[in-house]
């Protein structure tokens, strides 16, 4: 199902490292461990989220975005949704295509109608995908390459769905360790020839295959825990990071990223970072 195209919207994403112009984003108002689903929730499920804590952090995120030039639409946070500010998994851009999850975890259903209403305000055209359970951490897109998780989130029936979605691009199934929640948990790509991973919870075939088209910047299991490889790059070579994870960051910089520091550590004590919470919906 889709809307109709409107010729007006502006969709376009064909790297995660292209120039960000326009993003979602859902402030973490209700945001708590309610029931723990991921490894990182079930380390913090005691202490929980200190939601003041993490709206200075969001903000502090949100006002940085800005400054850089980048469009930020907020969707309104609701109750009923305490994981809504990890937006990238409601929703993913390939393309000219937005296209709505199917979210697996019974907590999450229902942050999808969320995400339709907001795009229908902003008049923003989408496609839902309808047949098994995708979610947008698991999909990492490079031109004509999609490389897509498959996990407890996302289920091959969804990338099936994809593909033929997207009839000009090579959907690539991504099998790795589901412990660790999404693809972008354990891999991320910061340029045609760079990207990110975490080698323990991918094959050594997959690693191999990686390997021979990205120059590969290992994260240990110390700085992937506290979501090293979860950055969100936004053009020029700029992109987001965790102060505390300074052997990831230092190595960027020799790679000649620019790294912008924002305090997250409230945040992810939720099992997603500066990725998990953005929803590109149009880069350059």
């Given at each position: 199902?889709?809307?109709?195209?409107?010729?007006?919207?502006?969709?376009?994403?064909?790297?995660?490292y292209?120039?960000?112009?326009?993003?979602?984003?859902?402030?973490?108002?209700?945001?708590?461990?309610?029931?723990?689903?991921?490894?990182?929730?079930?380390?913090?499920?005691?202490?929980?989220?200190?939601?003041?804590?993490?709206?200075?952090?969001?903000?502090?995120f949100?006002?940085?975005?800005?400054?850089?030039?980048?469009?930020?639409?907020?969707?309104?946070?609701?109750?009923?949704?305490?994981?809504?500010?990890?937006?990238?998994?409601?929703?993913?851009?390939?393309?000219?295509e937005?296209?709505?999850?199917?979210?697996?975890?019974?907590?999450?259903?229902?942050?999808?109608?969320?995400?339709?209403?907001?795009?229908?305000?902003?008049g923003?055209?989408?496609?839902k995908?309808?047949?098994?359970?995708?979610?947008?951490?698991?999909?990492?897109?490079?031109?004509?390459?999609?490389?897509?998780?498959?996990?407890?989130?996302?289920?091959?029936?969804?990338?099936?769905?994809?593909?033929?979605?997207?009839?000009?691009?090579?959907?690539?199934?991504v099998?790795?360790?589901?412990?660790?929640?999404?693809?972008?948990?354990v891999?991320?790509?910061?340029?045609?020839?760079?990207?990110?991973?975490?080698?323990?919870?991918?094959?050594?075939?997959?690693?191999?295959?990686?390997?021979?088209?990205?120059?590969?910047?290992e994260?240990?299991?110390?700085?992937?825990?506290?979501?090293?490889?979860?950055?969100?790059s936004?053009?020029?070579?700029?992109?987001?990071?965790?102060?505390?994870?300074?052997?990831?960051?230092?190595?960027?910089?020799?790679?000649?990223?620019?790294?912008?520091?924002?305090?997250?550590?409230?945040?992810?004590?939720?099992?997603?970072?500066?990725?998990?919470?953005s929803?590109?919906?149009?880069?350059?």
């Amino acid at each position: 199902m889709t809307t109709p195209i409107d010729k007006t919207s502006k969709i376009g994403c064909d790297t995660e490292y292209g120039e960000l112009q326009k993003v979602i984003l859902c402030p973490p108002r209700y945001m708590a461990i309610e029931e723990a689903i991921n490894e990182v929730q079930k380390q913090y499920e005691d202490e929980n989220i200190d939601r003041g804590l993490a709206m200075t952090q969001y903000q502090a995120f949100r006002d940085t975005l800005k400054e850089n030039g980048v469009e930020v639409i907020e969707l309104e946070p609701s109750e009923e949704y305490p994981e809504q500010v990890f937006t990238r998994d409601i929703g993913f851009t390939v393309g000219d295509e937005l296209f709505v999850s199917s979210m697996a975890s019974g907590i999450r259903q229902g942050e999808e109608e969320a995400l339709e209403q907001l795009l229908k305000k902003h008049g923003i055209r989408y496609r839902k995908i309808d047949c098994g359970r995708i979610e947008g951490g698991d999909v990492i897109v490079d031109g004509d390459n999609v490389y897509v998780g498959v996990s407890e989130r996302t289920s091959e029936e969804a990338i099936d769905q994809l593909s033929h979605h997207l009839p000009g691009r090579q959907v690539v199934p991504v099998h790795f360790d589901g412990k660790y929640l999404h693809l972008d948990c354990v891999f991320n790509i910061l340029s045609p020839k760079t990207a990110l991973i975490f080698k323990k919870a991918l094959s050594p075939e997959t690693i191999r295959a990686l390997g021979k088209k990205y120059d590969l910047i290992e994260v240990d299991e110390d700085e992937q825990f506290t979501m090293g490889t979860n950055v969100l790059s936004i053009g020029g070579g700029k992109l987001f990071s965790l102060p505390v994870n300074r052997r990831v960051n230092d190595a960027m910089r020799e790679h000649g990223y620019q790294v912008i520091e924002i305090d997250f550590s409230e945040i992810i004590k939720s099992g997603g970072s500066f990725r998990c919470c953005s929803m590109p919906v149009k880069r350059d």
